[in-house]
Structure formats: C-alpha cells, structure tokens
C-alpha cells in the first residue's frame, strides 16, 4: 500500500514539471540546418542563377518528380527554361542535392508549405529561385569551369593554367 | 414549489458536472503526465466537452442485429439511472437535499448493486464472447467489492446511529470522521473505485485483451449514457465519501457550504483521476482476490473494534 501511496505522490509531483508540449504555431520546432524540407534553386555570389540545366537531378530523383528543360543564353551560358517540382510526390530525400555540381538545388529546413488544392504543390521556377547562395556561399561554378559563358575568359579561372593556343606550331 | 427547483438544479448540476469532467479528466491526466491537455478549442480548451458531446450525436447509433434489442437498449439506462437515483439522498448544504430519507444510506447502497445489472445486460445483450467476459468479470468484481463498501460505512452508522445522511453529517460538527474511521475510509473509498470500474479496477472496460470489455458493441449514445454514468459514478462516490468522512457541507463560514462541499468533492474527483494516471491494473484474481482475502477481514475488524470503543464509552 505504501507504494502505491508513492507512486501516486510522484505522478501528483509531475504537475509542477516542465510540460513537453511544444505548442505550434506559437512555439516552433528547433531543426538542424541540414534539415531537409523545402526546396529551392540558389543564385551565385554575382547574382546570376546557379542551375546549368545539366538534368542530374531530374535523373537522380527516386520518383521523378523534378522536369526542366535546359537552354542557353547569347553568351553561352546554359540555364533552365523551366524548372517544375512536384512536392506531392517530392519525397525529400536530398539526392538531388546530392548530385547537382554546382550547388544550385538546396534543401532547407522549412516544412510549412501545406496547400489546399493538390495543383498548388507543383512549384515552378519562380517559387523555386531564391535570391540567396543557400548553405554554400561563395560558390561560382563559372569561376572554376574552362568554359567561357560570360563569366571570365579561357584559361582565367581560380585553378586554372593559362589556356594553350591550338592554331600556334609550338609545342 | 421549493422542491422541484431542488430536484431540477441537482439533476441540471449533476448532468453538467458529468460532461465538464470530460474536460476536467483530459486536462488533468494530460497534466500529469508531462503534456498539456486540448487547450485550443475555446477557452483553456473548454469546448472539447461540447465536440465529444456533438460527435457522441452524431455516432451511428447501431443496434447489432445479434444482439437482444430491447435489454440492448435498457443496458445503458440501467447504469445513468440508478446513478442518478443514488443522488438524492446527498446534503449538499443544511436545507438542499432531494429527499432526505431516513434510509439513505441503505437506499444508496441499494442503487449500487442496482447498478450491476447494466454490466452484466450490457455484456450479455452483446451476444459476443468477449463482451460477455467482460460482463462476467465486471459483475463479480463490483459483487465482491459491494460487501465491504456496505460494512465499511456501518462503522459510521453505528458512530452516529442513523443511516440519514442529513444526521451523518450534522454528527460531524465536532469532528470529521476521517479521524475516527481512518480505515474505513480507506476501505470505502478502494471499494467506490471498484464499483464505478475506473483504473486500478477497470477490468470490465479497459481491457486490451478483450477489446472493449462490456462496452464493446455500443457507440452513439448509448456507449454516451455509460460514459456519462461513470462519471457521474465517480461523482457520486466523491459526494458520499465527503459527505460520511469529511463533513459534508460543513467548514468555515467565509464559504458558503455548498462551496465547501463542491471544494470537497472536486478535490476528490481529482484523486480520482491521479489514480488513473499514476497505478497500474492489477491482473482480474489479483484483484478479486485481494477484495475477498485482505480487505474484508480487514472492514470485519474495523467494525469489531469500533462497536468495542462505542460500547466502551457508552458505558
């Protein structure tokens, strides 16, 4: 009997005890900063889009819930004409993050993007774009590619030694 | 024309009470265990008692086409009934008594057993194995313990020498007989908690191994009327134990006495439900057992010795 008398002595002491009841949406969740939740595309430090439209994503996505179509500007410089995502069947896996070179597509940790209308979960380029580098600033992929897209010339890259005239007869 | 405002506002009081505990039961055990109970619809969550109620409406009141319709259908009745019965022979202050019998404390002893007949229709008008179980289980157990609450409340009877709740209480007025009667308290409160099947003793109902226990097969208002009867069980049984051990209505007058008496058996509501939150559910002999072999010589003994310490100072 007197364990009993205890028990229900500590469990009457437990209404004085911080309550683990976080109370949304007035209190949020504390989430890491690798979180994976909504997706966005991240613009490079000189404001220029990052995404290259080189489809790694759309073929790494386990249910294929990414479509673009890639296409070049006067300098040469590739970018997605369109860049749909479908977050009904976006499973935030983070594989596409995973494969993208240049750092455009991000997972960042927000999940409230409830919808109504199951048409309103097909987010397009310009829900994606964000003005921001995301998780990884500083990042140009331009900057360390050969290509010249407008960005710097052949052979002026970060890593890169200067680019060899093919049309000379040195070696 | 007096009266029948009594009779009214307890029946008014008494079906309220029962519906807010529904609140008050959620909030509390969700207190103690570490969480906020529903505290968004209305204020501190007080709708919710207004959500059940509308959902127990709008529950498809089924009558199972096995089952014996009209003892089906009385099951529930039984229980809300005599509960409600028990209700008026309680002082609930010096002149606000439905009917102040001079056999009340018989006559709420009448109405518990009384109220063994719901289990025990309910189970067996189910026509389903495990319901009967249930049933079976749920009468022996209210049975067993309705021994020892009847001869748990003779030691105040002989204390006071009248079975008129009115009289009980007004023999208090020096002194509550919780001081007295320690053991019968105990004793009639463990049995009170047995007869309206809340945890440690909810064998017939909470049974994960058969289903719902007696219940199984009601829904809508039916399964509505058990609830509110155990409710209203869990009040009555706080009212009587406040009214034979705890002085009823009386206490300091910068309180009205029907305040003190609400206090009172709120505070005992509430212990009603920290013992659903905090002990665990004995198996069905464990708990048959302890009824028959621990707590019934226990109240013989309890009555032997205050007869002996009456007799004694009588002399």
């Known amino acids: 009997m007197f364990s009993h008398l205890r028990t229900m002595w500590l469990v009457f002491l437990h209404l004085f005890h911080k309550k683990a009841t976080i109370q949304y949406p007035e209190e949020k969740i504390k989430l890491h900063p690798r979180w994976r939740g909504r997706i966005v595309l991240t613009r490079d430090p000189d404001g220029g889009e990052r995404c290259v439209g080189c489809y790694l994503c759309a073929a790494a996505c386990p249910v294929d819930c990414i479509a673009l179509q890639a296409t070049e500007d006067e300098n040469g410089r590739r970018y997605p004409e369109f860049f749909r995502i479908n977050f009904s069947r976006c499973i935030f896996c983070g594989y596409c993050e995973e494969a993208c070179p240049t750092y455009a597509i991000q997972l960042i940790p927000d999940f409230e993007m409830a919808e109504y209308k199951r048409q309103d979960l097909v987010f397009e380029k310009e829900d994606l774009l964000i003005n921001s580098e995301g998780k990884y600033p500083g990042y140009n992929f331009y900057k360390v590619a050969g290509m010249d897209a407008g960005v710097k010339s052949k052979g002026a890259g970060e890593t890169e030694d200067p680019a060899v005239d093919v049309h000379s007869l040195l070696p | ?315």
Do not use: C
């Not at chain 2, 194995?129 to 067993?144: D, E, N, T, V």
């Not at chain 2, 009601?218 to 869990?234: C, N, T």
């Open chain 2, 1 to 315: 024309m007096q009266h029948i405002w009594i009779v009214l506002g307890v029946l008014f009081v008494l079906l309220n009470i029962a519906a807010g505990l529904i609140w008050v039961e959620r909030r509390l055990l969700a207190l103690w265990q570490d969480r906020l109970g529903p505290n968004r619809a209305g204020p501190l969550g007080i709708f919710i008692v207004l959500a059940d109620t509308l959902k127990l409406f709008f529950k498809e009141d089924w009558v199972p086409p096995f089952a014996d319709k009209w003892v089906f259908i009385a099951a529930p009745a039984v229980v809300v009934g005599t509960v409600l019965m028990s209700f008026v022979i309680i002082p609930f202050a010096p002149n606000i008594v439905v009917a102040d019998l001079n056999i009340g404390l018989l006559f709420f002893l009448a109405m518990s057993s009384l109220g063994v007949y719901s289990i025990v229709l309910g189970g067996w008008a189910s026509n389903n194995k495990y319901s009967l179980l249930g049933a079976l289980r749920g009468a022996s157990q209210m049975i067993a313990y309705e021994v020892f609450m009847g001869l748990s409340l003779m030691g105040v009877v002989m204390l006071t020498g009248s079975f008129n709740l009115g009289n009980i209480v007004a023999a208090q007025k020096d002194m509550w007989f919780i001081v007295t009667q320690p053991l019968g308290f105990v004793i009639f409160f463990i049995a009170g908690i047995a007869e309206t099947h809340r945890l440690p003793f909810d064998i017939p109902e909470a049974e994960s191994e058969l289903i719902a226990g007696y219940h199984a097969e009601y829904s809508g208002m039916k399964f509505g009327m058990f609830f509110i009867g155990e409710y209203l069980g869990i009040t009555l049984i706080s009212a009587m134990t406040v009214t034979i051990f705890f002085g009823g209505w009386l206490g300091p007058s910068f309180l009205p006495p029907l305040a003190w008496f609400a206090l009172k058996t709120f505070a005992f509501i509430a212990l009603f439900v920290l013992l659903r939150a905090s002990l665990p559910r004995p198996r069905y002999d464990q708990l048959i057992e302890y009824g028959w072999k621990v707590l019934l010589p226990l109240v013989l003994a309890n009555l032997l010795i205050t007869g002996a310490i009456a007799l004694w100072i009588r002399k």
